[in-house]
């Protein structure tokens, strides 16, 4: 499958909607998205596309020292390809480039396939936010990175990005 990631736009609205839907207990609306392309200045988001066609997104916001990843989110039928790596890849890359020392998230305790892309990715868990998703009344786990620019770092990610290139060059 040829990948291609670049800039989230308004145009790719309805499908972020669909994928939206197909992967969140509570998806945002169109709007927040809107809002998130036009109006906030920290964020950053970001698409992959196969033959043209959106397949996943992802989003972070740079606030001063610390980036935090605000969505991923990859169309269910191109799970498991190497997609969601690419994203956080994209992420950690924005994250660096926007000054950040450290990337963070939130997750589902039970979001076991998002915390394993986390995890090989060097997020770690370093605290929890007690009954954060109000749907389910779930913690949110805290994960962050440790500093972006160490060599550990550097480490998970190069793992990471040749396992994807890999793959993905293999796979039709
Ligand atoms: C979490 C999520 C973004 C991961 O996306 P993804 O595209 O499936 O991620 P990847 O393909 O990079 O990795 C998933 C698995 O496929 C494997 N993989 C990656 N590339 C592959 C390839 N080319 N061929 C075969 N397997 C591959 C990975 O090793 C990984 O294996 P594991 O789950 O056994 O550890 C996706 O499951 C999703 O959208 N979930 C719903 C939304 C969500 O929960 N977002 C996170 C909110 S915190």
Redesign the pocket.
């Known amino acids: 499958?040829k990948m291609q990631i670049d800039p989230l736009v308004i145009a790719d609205l309805p499908e972020v909607e669909r994928?939206e839907a197909l992967?969140?207990p509570t998806p945002w609306p169109v709007s927040a998205y809107e809002a998130e392309l036009l109006e906030n200045q920290l964020a950053r988001y970001i698409a992959v596309r196969a033959d043209g066609e959106l397949v996943?997104f992802?989003g972070i916001w740079l606030m001063v020292d610390e980036a935090h990843?605000s969505?991923?989110?990859?169309?269910?039928r191109?799970?498991?390809?190497?997609?969601?790596?690419?994203?956080?890849l994209g992420l950690l890359d924005l994250a660096r480039a926007g000054g950040a020392a450290v990337a963070t998230?939130?997750?589902?305790p039970t979001?076991?396939?998002?915390i394993?892309?986390?995890d090989?990715a060097g997020f770690k868990e370093v605290g929890r936010r007690v009954r954060y998703y109000e749907d389910t009344g779930e913690d949110a786990l805290i994960m962050t990175t440790g500093p972006l620019d160490a060599k550990q770092q550097a480490e998970y990610e190069s793992i990471l990005r040749n396992?994807?290139g890999e793959?993905?060059e293999?796979?039709q």
């Open positions: 499958m994928i992967s969140f996943g992802a990843v969505t991923i989110a990859v169309d269910p191109f799970r498991g390809r190497g997609v969601g790596t690419r994203l956080l998230l939130d997750v589902r979001n076991h396939d998002a394993r892309l986390y090989r396992a994807s793959q993905s293999g796979a």
